[in-house]
């Protein structure tokens, strides 16, 4: 009833191969956003939908209580939710399971030989899986190689994982900057959106007219991911980079977006332009690649003293862009600035497909 | 820097005549909706911009904040902010200026010669301007030619006002049964955003944790302009219907989207299925002619428990669908459902929109 | 109209027998609320808690996560949390246990002699159980003494019910007016409060710019619970009001406080002054008597345009009374206002604790 | 730790000498306050208002619209409102005028002989003017001697500033540790609610499902305050501390209560339970002097993951004790906790009346 195209946002810039997508964890927040995003995708098509709640055995269509804006993909309507276990009618599989259903589950997958490209915090710090930003460290995809050997996955199998919506956002503001002055320390404290938490999550009566100061391990894997993304690959591992880094997780009354105020220390003096210019010019091989959920910019900068913002800036570059705005000198470390990311398209769901699409280029697939 | 195209949503479904198009107003919120739409419109093209307020004299980069998600469109940008006074360089306008000034501003405009679309309330009751809605009375527009006799207005000029926000959601709601089956009253109390009272409009902390029971004028409208819209086409003016009309107006927390809880006694008796199916199957003129901004379904009707709801439905068919839900009888008049309407697409640029396209399509350009 | 002493906390008016009290849910939203009330109350002193969940065995300092503003009463931190089961360590009880689980609880505590004071809907629509309002209609109280015969309680045990959160600002709104005028119909349209559906209730990202037109049993609550409320009182039960009753509800964004948008058709004709001075004149048996939690004013009128407001009005006269405002005459129904309660304090934990007042100034306790 | 009587409303806790006190700005979110807080206050009494807007020559029960919970005062609804200008119908004047007005209308006040407590931003860099918190710098309070021997004021007149809002909580946190084992710098992120803003402050448009990382010289005004309040008291001025300050601000959708979460590198080397315990065991001269308006404890540290919170802690201490928690190591400075004060009551009004209290007690007045 509701025109569907009228919704649709990323539109294909060319047809290719198309690989078959398994979506475990369905109809949570994330696996809803995996559907809207993979509805009209060039290159995956979903054809299996799976998930750990008593929504198995039903049509997607009854199983899945649809809270995004616009109306559920025709697509899915009627395929029927599965159990999140091999095997599924697919090449591949998208994770958006609880972490503590995706540890067994997610393996089981890729031990079946399914390509896993998970969202769940399950395998991200274990050191034979990469832990994917394309424009960030897309060297680590070799990783897979490695993982495939060490757990004698089959026919090319592997894990692989995209951080934390916080830790991406952060890591992509981080990454030119480290790249050309070189990180020594970073503060960052969180005001993290609604969506985040997943569905129900946080209850409406605690966060009306308030703010919430913790997110339940959020900081750690904040602190811990951020030095793995950044981190040198090695031969069979990423050593992990000396970076200090501290994270203050609040969560906000906002429904999507997550605003970061960061504060740096640079290893090598940089003035305040050259800063703002080595974000505001950041493209890296996504961009190069064309791939299709690539932003044009992964980094918008923005000027105006006030922006970014949630509302106004989270769906910039189909919500696959950071912007960073108030960026200034710093009276206590180097210097300071606002990031903003979208953390269920660039903090989750987008950012699987992207890695997934990194992956087909690069022959993985 | 952002990629305008992610952001934009109703796209041209053919390639017609372009009218050179002013916005007056044009930094307001409305105006920004204007300007919004209108971009990549096939029949229509900005190329002049007014204001009332001190940004007069700037280029539209500079005079506006721009306010909604996504960036302001580049054919705008150097655009001349001029004051709200014939000659301005088009061939009609859009005017969503403050009731204060349009009485009289607009009036000088139709009198120079141009056909205007108000948004605003100063001339809607006036006996000899159409308050239409393509959908629901496109038959009041023959006002324009008795108007353009009776104001001696040259080259065809008029003016031509869309009504009230929540009045135009109600009107479309209402057509249906008023044309089936008779409406005698109608009781409708409203949950309106925050958008619709401008910027900066409510002040934040007015509204924090609350709802306010009163907006100013709005009751006034619903119950007035409900009545001409649903009048019938004298021989120099509409006859007001006779329907009873009661409005209790609110404003909520919500940043777009009018949710109506509306309660209808009807003439002649219908039963439950009949009164569903009459709102469903509406369809009017503007589907027929496939104006540019009809919506393929000028009434959405949802049968789940929950629906309509402003965050997940007010973008329903572009922002110009009301979504219906909820329809029960009710123990006090016949029917009651709730409806929900974009206020600021629907219920105003839109809304002016589509009579502009309706009139061309009419001949009356 | 409004003294400053109705906002005081609640003093002790005089030194009485102290009854000692057992709360069933002490740990939910309500539960929390009598706690507070209870914490001073001159007559009623907390010796006893239960809860129905995984909370039972531990002290309620250690059990219960305290959510309203202020610290956690130092009376009942040591309390063990017990099951919901006879004996407890009290006199009486008062209970906020969830409908399915009060059903049997309550009546088991009935059963073994202990006076039943519920906040739950399990019970309210028995006939023999007095819904009260000791405002509106105290005379119902004698049922405690059918109920009790017909039943075999023994030591003058019952089950009384306190009516639904809206039922009781909406019946004390129109109470003076029934009494006045008659009331012949009412149509009420209500804006509720999150601390409604308790904690965790709503989830916060279904609510995050949104307002929900569905509240799961509500309507159906208000139009049954509203005709037994201002029903006549017969020789074994209460012949329910003829008044038609009809209810839309909705759940918005604000922490405590029921905005009800009511419009009601009178059965004797009455001017407008007539109508305000009914309801601004209210005054009834728990003021006569001076009820220790009764305000001064069940209903405050307020004369502003845009008042009541749930931040600024729900704790009026201690949360004890209901603000209405906005009266005037209404073109489909006679006259139309808007009014306001605190859905935890009048519309729960308060009325329950003002209904055991009055049954101890009576004598029944 | 938390003793109920610090959320009691402030008693007096003897009788003392009544001040006659004029309040300017008294229309505005903190004038209110001060009227609120002041009600019933045993050493000051409200006598004369003023206002700089077009309210002046009304009486305050038609020139103020109260918005805070709870009705206005009856002592002041009949007290006209003046222009700021002397000669005003008190003893001493209570400031917050906008800084604008304020820097003029204040010098004006002391020149004519009246003691200035300033909320304002106006003077309180000034080198002579002391910036007091009385449990962090009660000794700067000499400097009223200094400035009006300078300024060669009459009677003991002087203006005397409460710091910034943020700023007061900030200093509070850093007091007790600055004292055992020295700051070496700080860096705040501040969360920052409504009324901070006054009003009407933020458009709620601007605000809803958002976060704005922007409010006009806060920033600078955490960093250059904090150093002058936790400066060394000289001869004449004075010497402001070098402890590096970097603030970023943010304004987050919340009626009250601004949170802070915080950093901190310290001097001398300390374990985590002696932070925690400096902060907890933090007393002083206010305190000592059982002044009416100082809380027990003004810092309240919590131990709960999740707090503190706007909503739940704002209020501790009558809204005058700043509450701490999630205090832990730091990757990058040494410490980090989040910290709470309300904003209008500890943060301005409170603030004002706390340092009047002060300068009564040691025998400026």
Chains 1, 2, 3, 4 share one sequence.
């Not at 591949?92 to 259903?101: D, N, Q, R, Y």
């Not at 031969?235 to 609040?250: F, K, L, T």
């Not at 800063?275 to 690649?289: D, G, T, Y």
């Amino acid at each position: 009833m509701i025109e569907e195209k009228d919704w649709q946002v990323i539109k294909p810039r060319s047809s290719k191969k198309q690989y078959r997508v398994g979506i475990l964890g369905a109809t949570g927040t994330v696996g809803q956003r995996f559907i809207q995003l993979l509805d009209y995708h060039p290159q995956f098509k979903v054809t299996a939908l799976a998930a750990s709640d008593r929504s198995q055995g039903e049509i997607y269509a009854n199983a899945c209580n649809w809270r995004l804006p616009g109306a559920m993909p025709e697509s899915v309507k009627s395929l029927l939710v599965e159990p999140p276990r091999a095997p599924l009618d697919c090449d591949l599989v998208f994770s958006s399971l609880p972490a503590s259903i995706a540890a067994q589950a997610e393996e089981l997958f890729a031990r079946a030989g399914y390509p896993v490209f998970s969202n769940s915090s399950a395998h991200r710090m274990e050191s034979d899986v990469p832990l994917l930003i394309p424009e960030v460290n897309h060297e680590h995809l070799a990783l897979c190689n490695v993982q495939g050997k060490q757990r004698r996955y089959k026919n090319g199998a592997f894990i692989l994982a995209n951080p934390n919506c916080s830790a991406i956002a952060l890591s992509l503001a981080l990454a030119p900057l480290h790249g050309r002055f070189g990180v020594a320390s970073v503060a960052v404290t969180t005001m993290q959106a609604l969506s985040g938490a997943g569905h129900p999550g946080v209850a409406s009566l605690d966060i009306a007219d308030n703010v919430l100061p913790f997110i339940e391990g959020e900081e750690e894997k904040i602190e811990s991911e951020t030095k793995k993304i950044l981190g040198r690959l090695g031969s069979d591992r990423v050593e992990h980079s000396p970076i200090a880094v501290s994270a203050q997780c609040h969560r906000v009354n906002v429904s999507d977006g997550h605003l970061l105020a960061v504060r740096v220390k640079l290893v090598h003096g940089a003035g305040l332009e050259e800063v703002r210019e080595a974000l505001a010019s950041f493209r890296s091989l996504p961009q190069e690649l064309r791939l299709h959920s690539a932003p044009e910019w992964p980094i918008l900068v923005r000027d105006e003293p006030d922006r970014p913002q949630p509302r106004l800036d989270r769906d910039a570059g189909g919500g696959m862009s950071v912007t960073i705005g108030r960026i200034a000198r710093d009276p206590v470390l180097d210097y300071r600035f606002v990031a903003l990311g979208h953390n269920t398209i660039r903090g989750a769901a987008g950012a699987a497909i992207l890695n997934a699409e990194l992956l087909v280029a690069k022959g993985y697939l």
